[in-house]
């Protein structure tokens, strides 16, 4: 008789096959970190009981690092060298941010792709990659003490609107913290499989994820155990941290009314009152007012009441702000409020009570909080870690996110080809042929860029490189295919082959820091409503590229067989040219396509001597015995 194995629901017959992975969620405000056992997704917890981890790294005066809420603890007294939302500065430069309301010494460093944030501590300088690496490595001594071994990978969440700079930076800040990333995981896609897996209800459903610094909302549709993302959109730069700055510059106001003269505030009570801000927005959840008292550096009491009513009308453009990207991913995925099915609330910032109204009143239902908004992401991610780690189950869940902006390259006359369109299902891989401009042309320049516009100058460069190598032809004759690549984690790579000689280059595109906060949301909005204007620019830029080749043809056929013409004819020609260059100069498509078509009829009989002569070199010295017809 055989022995039969034991196991767990949900777990390897053999437990010394079951992979230990983890799900994380790097929030802005707090970070948690969440596994599968025993079939079911749970949060890990510290030696105290913790659930959620503050965001918060401070660098010690004995060298130390504090992380969590010793350090939360300390950002009022030590604020310089306390950070806090640092996944706000992930991937942007100085220019991207509002340094006016941090206490930080903030420095840029160059790069060949552009400037990087940083900020000085006493520790040294830090860039936000390194901070972030610090909470990373907390979450995962934490889920190894709990696991009893060592992970072999990690699934982290990330904001559905974060850039390829963002998701790099988010990757590289898992590197230095020893975690092998088994997928960068868009936040709403990790929520909806938490819920999905509990409900396990069909149907078209809504996410909407306000966290402590950025806005999401995603629509995904759920059938038959396949979540397919249809549309994303939001903002990188709005959360709960924007809530709680209207707080504190209400209180500044409070301040100035009651007296004549204020002190500036120094870096430390910036930081108390901005701590003392947040708090009355949490307080406000359940309770009608607030109490915001606070003795600043100077000894000066500052004492202040916010009412609930107060509160929402300081901050209700920030909630209606949310509901502007939420309308354009509705019209994307071609959808109307009747259609959506639930919409689930992810992050902490949904416990305000005028968002869950609002949302209610917009969809006109009801939202689903009935999973933890600050627990459901890092649920989700565990899920899919479980399944990527290889521990699958039998609800395993295929995922089918997007991305959130097209990708695309130059071509002649400053147009942008799109090759990955937006709302596209990753992982992708497309590919388009394009060929040379210019007779024996050895080299071409592949320009990378994301946005939504017809023309490169309103698009956001990605990166530049060049295809060297390729065989001398006559311009139209090389055949370079360029294929743009999509991981399932968001990150692009471009590769560039020429077919008949098999040259190619390649290039991963990592800039050192993305969109920023302005761009990331203008791209989409400036692609509506710059449309026909777009339309238009694009025809006249093909219009000139058709023309300046045919000039460039014409060019060479007079040089080389002038001797057909008459000197009459030739001036005719020539006048021709001439009126296709004044209008190509003066920029009017209608009139580039008038003279270009008067340009070829005056050329049809140039063109037709040139075949006679040809055929006629060909058949020199021939008889019609000889002549393959």
């Known amino acids: 008789m055989a022995l039969l194995q034991i196991s767990e629901p949900g777990q390897s017959a053999a437990p010394h096959q079951h992979k230990l992975a983890v799900g994380i969620d790097l929030g802005t405000t707090n970070s948690l970190v969440a596994t599968v056992r025993s079939g079911l997704s749970s949060i890990l917890v510290d030696e105290d009981g913790h659930n959620l981890l503050p965001s918060v790294v401070r660098y010690m005066p004995d060298g130390g690092i504090e992380v969590g809420y010793s350090a939360q603890a300390a950002q009022s007294q030590d604020p310089t060298n306390t950070v806090v939302s640092a996944k706000r500065f992930m991937g942007r430069g100085l220019k991207d941010i509002d340094v006016s309301q941090q206490p930080y010494h903030f420095i840029e460093t160059k790069s060949a792709s552009g400037e990087m944030l940083q900020i000085e501590t006493r520790a040294g300088i830090k860039s936000p990659v390194e901070i972030s690496a610090e909470i990373l490595k907390t979450l995962k001594a934490r889920a190894e003490k709990s ?6 990978g990690a699934v982290i969440t990330v904001p559905a609107y974060f850039d390829d700079a963002q998701r790099q930076a988010t990757k590289d800040a898992a590197r230095l913290a020893g975690l092998n990333v088994l997928r960068l995981l868009n936040e709403p896609t990790a929520a909806a499989v938490a819920y999905g897996l509990d409900n396990a209800s069909e149907g078209i459903y809504v996410i909407y994820d306000l966290g402590g610094g950025t806005f999401d909302i995603s629509i995904l549709k759920l059938a038959k155990g396949v979540f397919e993302v249809l549309a994303t959109n939001g903002d990188s730069a709005l959360g709960g941290d924007d809530f709680d700055r209207r707080i504190f510059c209400w209180a500044l106001d409070q301040r100035l009314a009651e007296q004549s003269k204020c002190t500036p505030l120094n870096a430390q009570d910036t930081r108390l009152l901005l701590t003392k801000a947040r708090e009355a927005k949490e307080w406000l959840t359940d309770h009608a007012s607030a109490q915001i008292t606070s003795v600043l550096s100077t000894g000066e009491l500052l004492n202040v009441t916010l009412s609930t009513k107060q509160f929402n009308e300081l901050t209700q453009t920030l909630v209606t702000k949310t509901l502007a990207p939420t309308k354009k991913a509705l019209r994307d995925a071609g959808l109307t409020i009747e259609d959506i099915k639930g919409v689930v609330m992810v992050g902490g910032a949904t416990r305000m009570p005028q968002i869950r109204l609002s949302v209610a009143d917009f969809f006109k239902q009801t939202p689903l909080t009935n999973l933890d908004p600050d627990k459901v992401v890092a649920l989700g991610a565990a899920i899919q870690a479980n399944t990527l780690a290889g521990n699958k189950g039998d609800n395993e869940l295929l995922l089918l996110d997007v991305i959130p902006l097209s990708l695309g390259l130059e071509t002649m006359g400053g147009l942008v080809e799109k090759i990955i369109p937006r709302n596209s299902t990753l992982p992708i891989t497309r590919a388009q042929e394009f060929t040379t401009f210019k007779d024996g042309q050895t ?15 309103d698009c956001r460069s990605l990166a530049r490189f060049e295809l060297r190598g390729i065989p001398p032809m006559v311009a139209g004759s090389a055949r370079i295919r360029v294929t743009f690549t999509v991981d399932a984690d968001g990150l692009l790579s471009v590769s560039a082959r020429e077919v008949a000689s ?7 595109v990592k800039p050192s820091y993305g969109l920023s906060e302005e761009q990331i949301l203008n791209m989409l909005q400036s692609g509506f409503g710059a449309a026909e204007s777009d339309k238009q620019a694009r025809a006249l830029a093909e219009a000139k590229v058709d023309a300046e080749s045919l000039l460039a043809a014409i060019e060479i056929a007079l040089e080389k067989d002038s001797d057909l013409l008459n000197a009459q004819e030739i001036q005719a020609i020539r ?9 190509i100069h003066a920029g009017a498509s209608h009139a580039i396509h008038e003279a270009t078509e008067a340009l070829n009829l005056a050329t049809e009989e140039f063109a037709a001597r040139r075949m006679d002569a040809s055929v006629s070199h060909a058949l020199a010295g021939k008889n019609l015995d000889e002549v393959n017809f």
Request: charged share 20%.
């Open 443 to 457: 080299a071409m320049s592949i320009h990378v860029l994301q946005g939504e516009r017809e023309l490169v100058t």
């Open 502 to 508: 098999n040259v190619e280059a390649n290039i991963v």
């Open 147 to 152: 696991l009893g071994g060592e992970l072999v």
């Open 575 to 583: 006048g021709k040219m001439d009126a296709l260059r004044a209008n």
